[in-house]
Every structure is written in C-alpha cells, then in structure tokens.
C-alpha cells in the first residue's frame, strides 16, 4: 500500500508561481493530475521511478516542470506562469509496478489533492 502526501497548493494572482510537492512512500511512476469543478479529471504531467522522461499535457508544457528525488520518493510539480484556467484540485498519483506510464488508467494510488486558485 502507497501512500502519497501532497502539499504546496494556494491561491496566486494569474502569471504567478506555485509548487506542489508529493511525497511517497515507495519508488515507481509519478504524475499530476486536476481537476476543476463541474469537469473531469485531467492529466497534467508524469515522470518515471527513476526521474527521467518527463511528459506533459500540451496546455502546460513550458510553463510547468515535473521533477523527482529519488533520494526522498519525492515528486515536485513546477508551475510557472499560472493562468486562471490552471486553478483545480491538483492530485498526485502512482503507477506501482510502472518505470513509466502517463496512463489514467494506470494509476492506482493517489494523494487526498491540492486547491491551486488562479486569480484574474
């Protein structure tokens, strides 16, 4: 059993910075996913047990950056350059049993959110 604990989220004014950090209690495939109200979950970003290979949905590349340390099962989301659109409850989630996945469908393990409000 995984377990992840989130924490970075709040509230920023649009063009700001935000990082949110997930610890795990194991190694494998991470990634980030939102959710805004009233709209599915989405995937943000992912990366494999070993660090490498990052990978991003299309609206946040460039501005966003996935990082892990492996040292500390530790899994960082870089947000730069928020815009309102970004605000949702970020999670994050592993793929035990993954090198590398950016797959919902693979994830089975994930943390209880992060609020990232992006003010106009």
């Known amino acids: 059993q995984m377990q992840l604990e989130e924490s970075g989220g709040g509230s920023v004014q649009a063009g700001g910075s935000l990082k949110l950090t997930c610890a795990a209690s194991?190694?494998?495939?991470m990634g980030w996913f939102r959710q805004a109200p009233g709209k599915d979950r989405e995937f943000v970003a992912a990366?494999?047990?070993?660090?490498?290979?990052?990978y991003y949905e299309d609206s946040v590349k460039g501005r966003f950056t996935i990082s892990k340390d492996n040292a500390k099962n530790t899994v960082y989301l870089q947000m730069n350059n928020l815009k309102p659109e970004d605000a949702a409850t970020y999670y994050c989630a592993a793929a035990s049993g993954f090198e590398w996945t950016r797959r919902p469908q693979d994830y089975n393990y994930w943390g209880q959110g992060t609020q990232v409000t992006v003010s106009s």
């Open positions: 990366i494999g047990s070993s660090g490498t290979l990052p």
């Open positions: 194991g190694r494998t495939a």
